[in-house]
Nanobody
Framework: QVQLVESGGGLVQAGGSLRLSCAASGRTLTRYSMGWFRQAPGKLREFVAGISFSGRTTYYADAVKGRFTISRDNAKTTVFLEMNSLKPEDTAVYYC??????????????????WGRGTQVTVSS
């Protein structure tokens, strides 16, 4: 059973940067498409970024395009989310998710069947 654990969240000023990591235990993520989602208080969980199992395709929500970058390491046991030019509206709990079907460009939470517990990102103005 794959378990996902996020890390790297914290408090940062607007305009700052953070790098989130999602580490897998139990097996590699080689055959999984991966995604990052976020959920702010009182709001639905929303898609942030996704990456194909090969790592060759990445896709982003419009709200973060040009500021966030998703990547995965060669051993494919860790997925990263580099977040730059952070804004107060980026404040949320960020979740890592895995799609065992390795589907293409999925952005709905229901498309993913494995989830981490999340890491808090707070951006102060």
């Amino acid at each position: 059973q794959v378990q996902l654990v996020e890390s790297g969240g914290g408090l940062v000023q607007a305009g700052g940067s953070l790098r989130l990591s999602c580490a897998a235990s139990g097996r590699t993520l080689t055959r999984y498409s991966m995604g990052w989602f976020r959920q702010a208080p009182g709001k639905l969980r929303e898609f942030v970024a996704g990456i194909s199992f090969s790592g060759r395709t990445t896709y982003y929500a419009d709200a973060v395009k040009g500021r966030f970058t998703i990547s995965r390491d060669n051993a494919k046991t860790t997925v990263f989310l580099e977040m730059n030019s952070l804004k107060p509206e980026d404040t949320a709990v960020y979740y890592c998710a895995a799609d065992s079907n390795a589907s293409y460009k999925r952005t709905r939470p229901t498309d993913y069947d494995l989830w981490g517990r999340g890491t808090q990102v707070t951006v102060s103005s």
